[in-house]
């Protein structure tokens, strides 16, 4: 087991006992258990530190160049997130997220819904362009990762929303590891050492299993709104490995749109149509 690994296990446990800890002092613990656990307390703070360290410290893949391969969607879609604009684009080097993307549909003005100060504090899904929409694969590929059991949930479009999916889910989810961060989502091995990641994908669209072959332009899956999203959206990276938590992040470049800026809107060119797994 990686060292990385390892932290990231420590990472999650440490948190686990440390809320379970609280929610017991809150719940009506004496006050004297309380004192005598601080030690111990203090120790699961210090190791939740040191994980979260380690694991901000996984950086990009070293010596790597950009790796064309084609856009996973089609239709106009604008860029969010983007590393053309930052790196690390999400501000985290874990979980392969370097040089990670996030893409809307917006297929027009005014297409999405707006983001709301107070009400409504959340929204279903399907006034979204993106849900539903296919994801493909952006290169001939071998699938090692397929999973869509976890729910689409209510957005997080709202001022209150926003402020709980920051302040409480996301840690939440951060303790139960990437599964709950990237929701429903799939992982293909690219060859050459590159794998391509695709997150918050829709509950029972995967087309895909893991072991198939699969033709750049299949389509794999539907977007979604799952895991640590706040509206139905594409998550893509690029990265040196299939394992989440231990994965370095890869430079992509999309044929024919380069790495879109955030906020600028694009249109894939048709230069795959789907086509059926390979034997």
Not at 87 to 95: A, M
């Amino acid at each position: 087991m990686s060292v990385r690994k390892l932290a990231m296990i420590l990472f999650r446990l440490s948190w686990i006992v440390f809320v379970a800890f609280v929610v017991a002092v809150f719940a009506g613990w004496d006050p004297g258990w309380a004192l005598l656990m601080s030690p111990a307390v203090l120790g699961m703070l210090l190791v939740i530190v040191m994980g979260r360290l380690t694991s901000a410290k996984v950086k990009a893949a070293d010596a790597r160049s950009p790796v064309e391969v084609l856009a996973p969607v089609t239709g106009r879609w604008t860029a969010l997130n983007s590393p053309a604009d930052k790196v690390p684009s999400h501000g985290v080097h874990g979980y392969g997220q370097t040089y990670a993307i996030d893409i809307v549909a917006e297929p027009g003005p005014d297409s999405r819904p707006p983001f709301a100060l107070l009400w409504p504090m959340a929204r279903g899904n399907q006034g979204y362009p993106a849900f539903g929409t296919p994801v493909l694969a952006v290169a001939d590929a071998t699938v090692v990762h397929a999973s869509d059991r976890q729910r689409d949930h209510l957005t997080r479009t709202s001022l209150p929303a926003l402020a709980y999916l920051m302040l409480a889910e996301s840690a939440v989810r951060d303790m139960a590891g990437p599964a709950r961060i990237f929701g429903n989502h799939v992982i293909l091995d690219l060859g050459d050492g590159t794998y391509a990641a695709y997150a918050h994908l829709k509950k029972g669209s995967l087309t895909v299993a893991v072991g198939d072959r699969v033709r750049a332009g299949q389509r794999i899956a539907d977007c979604g709104n799952t895991g640590n999203s706040t509206e139905p959206h594409v998550h893509f990276q690029l990265m040196d490995g299939p394992d989440l938590d231990t994965a370095r992040g890869v430079p992509f470049t999309w044929r024919g749109i380069g790495v879109p800026a955030n906020g600028e809107s694009f249109t894939p060119q048709d230069e795959a149509s789907p086509a059926p797994s390979l034997d």
